[in-house]
T-cell receptor
């Protein structure tokens, strides 16, 4: 089962531009996580934001969480070609322990 | 972060044979492990949740007799794809968590690419 949608499904930008990806989910959550996956490879954990947090930063990454709208966004600033990958949000539902993934956004950063 | 090792990273098998994939937590006790499947250009779909010493809980639509999961110790879970067919070709990823880690990340293995010919 998948928790929700990600928007856009695919995004192509120039190096140096910012990339924003959005995620919506359906149930109450304990936390929301963002992962990166390079083609055919494993997952890289980027950020975890708890349900009582609204914003978190890590380097060039900024994540927001709006639990009233059941949505989150991931902003990558000053993108680089190496940021080209698929990005997934994933949620841990309240009272649960399993992590459910969104559909993902495929980001392509042109050099 | 904690390390989860998955083996093998790639496997090719003949149709009708069975394949076992191992998932090990190297530096923590994984009371719960999860198995996901990912088809090309799609997201990760949760297949099942396994708790050490008990039967796995399968997600709707996942055949428990085809995807056998064993979680016999706190550091090892295995997924056996029985009587594999070409449509089982996929990327399989495990993740592991320890008890009391509700608000922390799950740790993922590197994934296993299964090709059934």
């Amino acid at each position: 089962s998948q928790q929700g949608e990600e928007d856009p499904q695919a995004l192509s930008i120039q190096e140096g531009e910012n990339a924003t990806m959005n995620c919506s989910y359906k149930t109450s959550i304990n936390n929301l996580q963002w992962y990166r996956q390079n083609s055919g490879r494993g997952l890289v954990h980027l950020i975890l934001i708890r349900s009582n947090e609204r914003e978190k930063h890590s380097g060039r990454l900024r994540v927001t969480l709006d639990t009233s709208k059941k949505s989150s966004s991931l902003l990558i600033t000053a993108s680089r070609a190496a940021d080209t990958a698929s990005y997934f949000c994933a949620t841990d539902a309240t009272g649960g322990f399993k992590t459910i993934f969104g559909a993902g956004t495929r980001l392509f950063v042109k050099a | 972060g904690a390390v989860v090792s998955q083996h093998p990273s790639r496997v090719i098998c003949k149709s009708g044979t069975s394949v076992k994939i191992e998932c090990r937590s190297l530096d923590f006790q994984a009371t719960t492990m999860f198995w996901y499947r990912q088809f090309p250009k799609q997201s990760l779909m949760l297949m099942a949740t396994s708790n050490e010493g008990s039967k796995a809980t399968y997600e709707q639509g996942v055949e428990k007799d085809k995807f056998l999961i064993n979680h016999a110790s706190l550091t090892l879970s295995t997924l056996t794809v029985t009587s594999a067919h070409p449509e089982d070709s996929s990327f399989y990823i495990c993740s592991a968590r320890s008890a009391g880690t509700v608000n922390t990340e799950a740790f993922f293995g590197q994934g296993t690419r299964l090709t059934v010919v």
